[in-house]
Structures are given as C-alpha cells and as structure tokens.
C-alpha cells in the first residue's frame, strides 16, 4: 500500500496526509495526539480509509476537483490549478499527470507529494516512473517544474523513498531529475501493471478531463 504521514504542524494543528487502512492501533495514536483537524489527499489512488478518519475524528476532508470521484464523503473540494493557501500553513500546488487531480501539500518545509516523485533507492536519485502515470505523463513533467519555486527539505512521498536534504541539495536534486524527465517518452496505458485493463472511468478521463486541464 501507499505511505501515509501524519504531522503535527508548526500552527498546531493535526493533519493526515493520504488514507491509511482502518485499525485500531492507528485510531489510537491520533486519540493520544488530539485527534486530526484535516485529512488531505494526494491524488485518487491513495484515499485507504481516510473517510473512515475524518468521521471518527470530525476532520475535514480534502481533494481536487478532477479526482473527486474516489472520495465522495470529501467535505472540501479543491478547483483548478492556482497554488492557495486554504488551511494555515499548507500551501497547495496542484501537480496534475499522474492522476490529473494530484497535488502536493507542503507544510514547514515538508513536501508531500503523493505518487508523482519518489527517491529511487537503487540509485540515490529523485525519479519519477512514466510507467507509473496514470493519465498524462507530459502534464506530470511539466506540472514537477513547479516545484523548483519551493523551499522544502523533506520530499516524503506515498510510494518509493521519501528523503530529506537541505534546501540547495534538494533543488538540485530535482533540477537533475527535471533533464532526465524530458528525454522520456510516454504511452498511455492499456493495461495496469497488475495486467488487469485500465478501468473504463479513466478512459474517460483521459477522454473528457485532460484535454479540459491543458487548456486550462
């Protein structure tokens, strides 16, 4: 499954980044913590049991527009591609390609950035898997630019490595990420890496919500 974080930020409030599966143990820790004020999704793919949290906490819950459909119990939606502040602390930056409703959180120099980025372990890289893009992978490389206007010493991501480096390390980690990117090609997917088809609601999400994101 996808990594979930949890962090207590710096305005004091609790904050649950990506959906966990449902257990005890876990409804445990965020009572000793206080309870969660928010819950904030990435992208579609890794919403687990955050509903499940937001009831039992009375947390609001967050999405983009474009990935609705796989949360909806989410109490906040959030539209087009504008970076906002709309919780103290938390910047949103909107990262559409791997899912076109992916964002990234950042929250006290942390950047949460759901399946777009990762670090390859192996290689000891910032990298993203064009295999691994679910709707445009031209929009996903071009949408990761944005984060060179950020200051973030923590890149802490839901699948893959997370990793942490001072400010100038990390941007240049991700300048040389960003070359690497562009020589890739892209085709859209057929079938999952599980070989299961790709479901037909993407279908026609590539059909009716891409085209309608790149123009905007």
């Known amino acids: 499954g996808a990594h979930p974080f949890f962090i207590r930020t710096k305005a004091g409030l609790n ?6 599966r449902y257990v005890p143990k876990l409804v445990e820790f965020f009572e000793e913590q206080g309870g969660l004020d928010h819950v904030l999704l990435t992208h579609r793919d890794d919403v687990g049991a955050s509903a499940k949290y937001a009831e039992r906490f009375g947390a609001r819950l967050w999405i983009h527009e474009n990935d609705r459909s796989a949360s909806p119990q989410a109490t906040d939606i959030l539209t087009g ?8 602390g938390v910047t949103v930056i909107p990262i559409p390609g791997h899912t076109i409703g992916s964002v990234a959180f950042l929250i006290d120099e942390r950047l949460f950035v759901g399946d777009s980025l990762s670090w390859e372990l192996d290689k000891s890289c910032l990298w993203t898997n ?12 071009r949408s990761l630019k944005r984060l060179r206007d950020y200051r973030f010493n923590y890149m802490l991501a839901g699948h ?55 123009a905007d």
Request: glycine share 8%.
């Open 15 to 20: 904050l649950l980044i990506d959906g966990p």
């Open 81 to 88: 591609y504008a970076v906002t502040e709309p919780i103290p």
């Open 160 to 214: 893959g490595g997370s990793i942490g480096f001072p400010h100038e390390r990390m941007q240049a980690e991700l300048a040389s990420c960003l070359v690497e990117l562009d020589k890739l090609g892209w085709q859209q997917l057929t079938h999952l890496p599980t070989g299961d088809p790709v479901p037909d609601e993407w279908k026609d999400i590539w059909a009716n919500d891409v085209p309608r994101a790149k």
């Open 130 to 141: 064009p295999l691994r893009c679910w709707d445009d992978w031209d929009m996903q490389r």
